[in-house]
């Protein structure tokens, strides 16, 4: 059973590029949320994705924008990258059930804006 | 806003020591609590949760917690560390207010064989 997988491992980019992070969630689950963890900080919400909708979102600009295809898997788009997007960026996954609120996290991608 | 502090931002034990790392949170509704830990090179995995009941929870590896509602506060315990748990711990809190979940900024731990 595969548990929360995400790609890529690394990436390196350049100031005013774009980039894409995918995750594919824990097998049975059906919620996605994303999470920035900045070097030295705890993660922080991004947002999430159930039925391929955003359902919540955290304080974080309309450069961050996601999707959710019906496989349940989910893509992070972040646009017009800062120096200050560097950090590794975390997918968790969870089943949406009423008081479940575990989630499983993937490895992450080491975003480098140089 | 929802807030959770984690006093201790690194501390250092010998092996056999007891520990305890400091959480607490600023939310006053109800709220679900977890610890989660970092090992070195490994992602985050939960180490215990608390939804209800029993404030005293039993996690994975000896660890548990308490939660203190009149405190806000949900400190992780363990009688005697071992090497193998340095790690990162990071206490979190899910409010149903905010419908999201907060993470505190984390304590690195390191157990002196």
């Known amino acids: 059973d595969a548990g929360v997988t995400q790609s890529p491992t690394h990436l390196i980019k350049t100031r005013g590029q774009q980039v894409t992070l995918r995750c594919s969630p824990k097998?049975?689950?059906?919620?996605v949320s994303w999470y920035q963890q900045a070097l030295g900080q705890g993660p922080q919400f991004i947002f999430q994705?159930?039925?391929?909708?955003?359902?919540q979102r955290g304080n974080f600009p309309d450069r961050f924008s996601g999707h959710q295809f019906p496989n349940y898997s989910s893509e992070l788009n972040v646009n017009a990258l800062l120096l200050g997007d560097s950090a590794l960026y975390l997918c968790?996954?969870?089943?949406?059930?009423?008081?479940?609120?575990?989630?499983?996290f993937g490895p992450g991608t080491r975003l480098t804006v140089t | 806003a929802q807030s959770v502090s984690q006093h201790n931002h690194h501390v250092i034990l010998s092996e056999a020591a007891s520990l305890e790392l400091g959480c607490n949170y600023s939310?006053?509704?109800?709220?679900?609590l977890f610890w989660y830990v970092q090992y070195p090179g490994q992602h985050l995995q939960l180490l215990l949760k608390?939804?209800?009941?029993?404030?005293l929870v039993k996690g994975i590896k000896g660890f548990e917690a308490e939660f203190i509602k009149s405190k806000f506060s949900f400190n992780l315990r363990k009688p005697s560390v071992q090497w193998s748990d340095t790690a990162e711990y990071f206490c979190?809190?899910?409010?149903?207010?905010?419908?999201?979940?907060?993470f505190g900024t984390g304590t690195k731990l390191q157990v002196i064989p």
């Open positions: 994705y159930y039925e391929e909708e955003e359902r």
């Open positions: 979190a809190v899910f409010s149903g207010g905010y419908q999201k979940v907060t």
């Open positions: 608390y939804f209800s009941g029993d404030p």
């Open positions: 939310y006053g509704g109800t709220v679900n």
């Open positions: 968790a996954s969870s089943l949406y059930l009423p008081g479940n609120y575990e989630q499983y």
């Open positions: 097998s049975g689950h059906d919620t």
